[in-house]
């Protein structure tokens, strides 16, 4: 989990809407204004989310995620959203940007997800377990409760 403060507005924020460095917080502002880094971001990893499907079942079961703000890049999108509703968590989208793609890749990215997207509802149909077991964690409940 990370204690990272978050830009207030992505429009204004000195990194261009990308989270500060790990110590922006300890570094006073030499001009003396105040920080537009307003509000601390919660991170909790998952090493064991293997996959899409495998991410969506663990939030749910390990997590105890019940909503979610899935942000991905557009070709994953439908099929990230769509696992997890599926698996019980109320879940809506939003395109990440990716600057750095080139129409190439994107285009390749876009070909896998078309076939992962038949493994991942092969999976949802015989609810498969997740690849790892783990017994429930607290972290994303304890993040949110900071």
Do not use: N
């Amino acid at each position: 989990m990370s204690d990272r403060p978050a830009p207030e507005d992505d429009s204004s924020s000195p990194a261009g809407g990308r989270q500060p460095p790990e110590d922006a917080s300890a570094r006073p502002d030499p001009a003396g204004r105040a920080s537009r880094w307003r509000r601390p971001v919660r991170v909790v990893a998952d090493p064991h989310g293997l996959d899409t499907y495998d991410s969506c079942l663990r939030a749910r079961e390990v997590y105890g995620v019940e909503r979610a703000l899935i942000v991905t890049q557009s070709y994953h999108l439908s099929r990230a959203v769509t696992l997890c509703r599926q698996l019980g968590i109320d879940a809506v989208g939003v395109p990440a940007r990716c600057s750095g793609c080139g129409t190439g890749l994107l285009a390749e990215k876009a070909v896998r997800d078309y076939f992962a997207s038949g493994k991942a509802a092969w999976d949802a149909i015989r609810r498969r377990p997740p690849a790892v077991d783990s017994p429930t964690h607290s972290g994303v409940s304890d993040a949110l409760a900071e």
